[in-house]
């Protein structure tokens, strides 16, 4: 776990979303090949790019001092029907104890659990 300020915490969270809107990016390419229906992706992606373009605004306001809580790495591994897959994802704790992210954690553990079917 390492301390963050603010301005680390806005930069890591576009720094996430970015990695995001760039893997939805991929899956929309990869619906136009299979001429699978393209619009619920286009408006993830929009979303993305509206909370990127947010994110970039808080970081050039953010506080570069004070400590804003830390970010810690969660490591898991699941098994289903004689498969597993191991992932991680980061998440953020507040100075008050509340997790900033929890559903790209469910996400991340939803992703690797399709992947074992």
Known sequence: MDSLT??????????????????????LSTAKMN??????V?????????ELDSIENLITKADTVKKYGVVAQYAYTISKNEKSKTGSVYYFISNNGNVLNQDMITDSLKVITDRLR
């Open 6 to 27: 603010e301005m680390i915490g806005q930069i890591v969270y576009d720094s996430l979303y970015a990695r995001e809107e760039a893997r939805l990016e991929s899956e």
């Open 35 to 40: 001429r699978a229906d393209t619009g619920y």
């Open 42 to 50: 286009r408006e993830e992606i929009d979303y993305m790019k509206k």
